[in-house]
């Protein structure tokens, strides 16, 4: 009798007291940048508290149908800052947009991901009599999304229509140097260090 009284003490000092968790989403699989999201894309995680901050989504609902702007590694937790809309930009100074800009070689999309910071180029020479040297419209403009991340095409208008396209986030003065730009000549971008 004492010697069961000591086992069963022993493997209560032993097992771990029950930690309190949360639920969180996750991706349930690898997700490029520009998937639309659907519950099968999602998995609940049980995670501490103390991991969980302001923006971490909890339910299906709160993401089904919505597009991701950056990829997810499976297991990853989900914040709306992920998503396209106004999550996107969570921790840009106050009075920030979101500019699309249409780059003038869709190729190059390819080597910018989110996150990154760029100079937005304009040039407006045509090579032949108009000799306008490039204008920097906006610099060190961080990438919000992008429309082909890793061969994945974006989902916002399609694949034709997002060809070239990419979302940088601006203060009030450079979005509205930026809207329209590409009507006024070609627009490109240089990757910049922080």
């Known amino acids: 009798m004492l010697l069961c009284v000591a086992a069963a003490i022993t493997v ?8 309190y968790t949360v639920t969180a989403l996750t991706a349930a699989r690898d997700l490029p940048a520009g998937a639309a999201l659907s ?19 909890k339910e ?27 999550g996107l930009l969570a921790g840009t100074p106050p009075g920030s947009a979101a500019v699309p800009l249409r780059m003038a070689d869709p190729s190059s999309i390819q080597l910018v991901s989110p996150g990154q910071l760029v100079d937005v180029v304009l040039t ?14 906006a610099s060190g ?45 070609k627009l490109f971008f240089v990757l910049v260090g922080p």
């Open 39 to 57: 519950e099968a894309d999602l998995a609940a995680a049980q995670v501490p508290p103390g991991m969980m901050a302001s923006g971490f989504l």
């Open 141 to 185: 403009v961080p990438v919000l999304w992008t429309s082909g991340q890793g061969g994945q095409t974006g989902q916002w208008l399609g694949t034709a229509e997002t060809d070239g396209l990419i979302v940088v986030a601006a203060t009030a003065e450079q979005a509205a140097r930026l809207a329209g730009a590409s009507t006024q000549g």
């Open 60 to 86: 299906p609902g709160e993401a089904a149908g919505k597009q991701l702007a950056a990829p997810l590694r499976k297991g990853q937790l989900l914040t709306d800052a992920q998503l396209v809309g106004p």
């Open 12 to 19: 209560h000092q032993l097992t771990p007291a029950p930690v």
């Open 124 to 137: 407006s020479a045509n090579g032949f009599d108009q000799q306008d040297p490039p204008q920097i419209l």
